[in-house]
């Protein structure tokens, strides 16, 4: 499929404040910081939790432990896909039992990526709650997964692609939704 830029929905700036806002809810739905992480789900929410973590840390003075979730052998759709699946490996250097994760992505979709994390986190341990963060919500929900904390809500039709790119990747923060170059 050949994708060309349609629209930037977010730039820099945006992101940063869609983030802060994100921060500032997440501390006052868990009333501060006690028995609070926060788990990105690989690539993409790792970057997104961090920045999470140090913006909570820059008002609160907190430091709210990040962990990374690879979601990979979770997937429901590992048997139709064409390429080896890669296993980079989950790093969550403490106990998620009894506490509040916030377990954060950067597009949620139809759901799938964040049933296949809520099967991951349960095999690590036993949260008293999980949460969850996305910078965008687009729409075309195929499981009955809501998220707490949405930066931006956009609707968008099956044949877009929402692309997050992120300085940590892509060299520089932006969300762009994307279209076939076929159908214009």
Not at 1 to 17: G, P
């Amino acid at each position: 499929m050949d994708l060309t830029e349609k629209t930037q929905l977010l730039d820099a700036e945006a992101i940063r404040r869609a983030l802060t806002r994100i921060a500032h809810e997440i501390v006052e739905k868990n009333k501060g910081t006690e028995d609070l992480v926060i788990i990105g789900i690989k690539t993409r929410g790792i970057h997104l939790a961090k920045r999470l973590a140090d913006r909570i840390q820059s008002f609160e003075d907190q430091q709210v432990p990040v962990g990374t979730l690879d979601i990979t052998l979770y997937r429901d759709d590992l048997k139709q896909r064409t390429e080896q699946a890669v296993v980079h490996g989950s790093e969550i250097p403490f106990d998620i039992t009894d506490k509040k994760v916030v377990l954060v992505d950067d597009v949620l979709f139809t759901g799938r990526t964040v049933r296949a994390a809520l099967d991951a986190l349960i095999d690590i341990g036993r949260p008293t709650q999980i949460q969850l963060a996305v910078l965008v919500d687009r729409g075309h929900r195929e499981l009955p997964i809501r998220p707490d904390y949405v930066g931006k809500n956009v609707p968008t039709s099956r044949d877009e692609v929402v692309a997050v790119n992120l300085a940590e990747t892509e060299q520089e923060d932006k969300v762009i939704i994307m279209e076939n170059a076929n159908t214009l």
